[in-house]
């Protein structure tokens, strides 16, 4: 005999758990799977994961899910994956299968949702499960390029990903490569020969995002003079790269899950529904997860979207990678060649110390800038702060002469009082003549010949910074003017520099290149 009409509501239905062994989904690389959990019945607490692209539930023993229910049929229905998407369809079973109080044939099924086959309670659940990644063996996929652990990794992962039509989403910081990792899994994919269509939700006005994601018909709003076709249209074949999807509408979002589940797209205004076959690749600065904890991201749409999580590490984690990346930058720009001559090691040293708070976009920026500066690459770098606002100190390194070794530590105690924590200075300078030709005091030298910098920690870190560095450039420089004479060949050769900059610094220092101070 068939069932009575279920309840409008069931009880006692847990929220959604998130399994992570991480404390958090985007740590590190994740995959989303499937399970269902028993609710009620005999079989209570029975969780068996969704792990075929066919599941069946029944009390057959042939069936993946078997529930001792009097009330379930043989084969009672099934859970079937598609493009990511999960539905479940009724077997023709007896007693029916129902969502809240409908008795369904097919439905798409969502985290969290409670379905009931016969009188027994499933909940469908998604786990996040961490995957254990070998890093590949090539240093670069596609026109991707890293040789630290954490990129061939993520290597070893796109090759995995790109196989595939699964929704991914990248997590990491800006400019730290995010639409170039989703550019490489689209040219990897089988989808590479159709169209690859960006959406930035964060640079696209809030009233605009609406028709622009899902285009809108002739005089569906005020301006809307001529039919649009969205991104999601355009992608069709292809993949559409979602960026910064952190930013996308709220009342947008159940649109967007709606449009990947049931693979069809409506325009703003429209009536007519058009069949979609397209990739989602989405992209956030923000760990979406805790976005979907604070309220401001739906969490049915993360679990649908984040079938794959790839964490993308900023470049001050994958410092190795600074050399090569920069190299490959400059040829790859116009008259980039001529600056490889210019990488040597103290530049690459210089280059990896750098914190680079603007990520590879950073790194980039500074090749671009000094195809077309002349001096040192390295001196063309910003400001050093980190994301976290701090800004520290930065002391330039000096090379001592070779045959001098550094001054034993003494075992008495100081004679004069210690320097105060806002300054850097040596503790055994000696003095070069009582004044300069311009009646200023000179730089102390020390023992070695090196000049002693003093860094003012009280002023801003940037005026600090051009501070010590002025200091620093116009002793080096009348040091160098002394020693050759002034003979300008003489001084750019042995500092390293072309001429024309030589020039460009002699003048920003009242220098005469002849040997003579210019006050004339």
């Not at 590190?28 to 019945?41: A, D, I, K």
């Not at 090196?450 to 450039?473: M, Y």
Request: contains cysteine.
């Amino acid at each position: 005999m068939p069932l009575p009409r279920p309840p409008h509501e069931f009880t006692g239905q847990p929220a959604t758990q998130v399994q992570s062994s991480t404390g958090g989904l985007d740590l590190g690389f994740t995959e989303r799977r499937c399970q269902l959990v028993v609710l009620s019945g005999v079989d209570t607490g029975k969780a068996v994961e969704v792990n075929k692209p066919q599941f069946t539930v029944g009390k057959g023993e042939e069936c993946d899910l078997v529930l001792t229910d009097p009330t379930v049929s043989r084969q009672h229905c099934v859970l079937e994956q598609q493009g990511g998407a999960v539905f479940v369809r009724d077997l023709q079973s007896t007693n029916g299968t129902w969502i809240d109080q409908f008795r369904i044939r097919e439905a798409y099924l969502r985290p969290g949702i409670v379905l009931r086959a016969g009188q027994v309670q499933l909940r469908f659940e998604s786990l996040f499960k961490p995957l254990d990644v070998a890093p590949s063996l090539d240093e670069r996929f596609g026109h991707l390029i890293g040789r630290s652990m954490k990129m061939r990794q993520i290597f070893t992962m796109l090759e995995r990903v790109a196989k595939t039509d699964a929704t991914v989403v990248i997590f990491g910081e800006t400019g730290c490569g995010k639409s170039a990792v989703a550019q490489a899994i689209h040219d990897a994919s089988p989808r590479r020969s159709g169209p690859f269509v960006t959406v930035d939700c964060g640079a696209i006005a809030e009233n605009l995002i609406e028709s622009e994601l899902f285009g809108h018909e002739k005089g569906a709003f005020t301006g809307a003079s001529s039919l649009r076709r969205g991104a999601l249209e355009r992608a069709n074949g292809g993949t559409l790269f979602i960026d910064e999807l952190v930013d996308l509408r709220l009342d947008l979002q159940p649109r967007l899950l709606r449009v990947l589940e049931e693979r069809e797209v409506r325009r703003v205004g429209g009536n007519e529904s058009i069949k979609l076959d397209v990739r989602i690749i989405a992209a956030s600065r923000h760990d979406l997860w805790r976005e979907v904890e604070a309220k401001r991201f739906r969490e049915d749409l993360y679990f649908r979207l984040a079938v794959f999580t790839i964490p993308l590490p900023p470049l001050r984690e994958r410092k190795e990678d600074i050399p090569m990346l920069a190299q490959a930058f400059a040829r790859s720009i116009k008259d980039g060649d001529k600056l490889l001559s210019r990488f040597t090691p103290r530049v690459n040293e210089r280059l990896m110390a750098h914190p680079f708070p603007g990520n590879v976009r950073e790194l980039r920026n500074v090749i671009e800038r000094a195809i077309y500066l002349d001096g040192d690459l390295a001196e063309m770098l910003g400001p050093t702060v980190f994301p976290d606002g701090t800004k520290p100190m930065v002391a330039l390194p000096v090379e001592p002469a070779a045959h001098v070794s550094p001054p034993a530590l003494a075992a008495t105690p100081m004679a004069s009082p210690p320097t105060p924590a806002h300054v850097f200075a040596p503790a055994v300078p000696r003095t070069s003549p009582a004044t300069m030709d311009d009646g200023t005091a000179p730089m102390p030298v020390a023992a070695d010949g090196a000049v002693p910098l003093r860094a003012d920690c009280t002023l801003p870190f940037k005026d600090a910074k051009e501070k010590l560095l002025e200091t620093f450039e116009a002793e080096y420089f009348r040091r160098l003017l002394t020693r050759v004479g002034g003979n300008a060949s003489a001084m750019a050769r042995i500092a390293g520099i072309d001429r024309k900059h030589l020039y460009t610094l002699a003048k920003k220092h009242n220098l005469d290149l002849k040997g003579k101070k210019d006050d004339e």
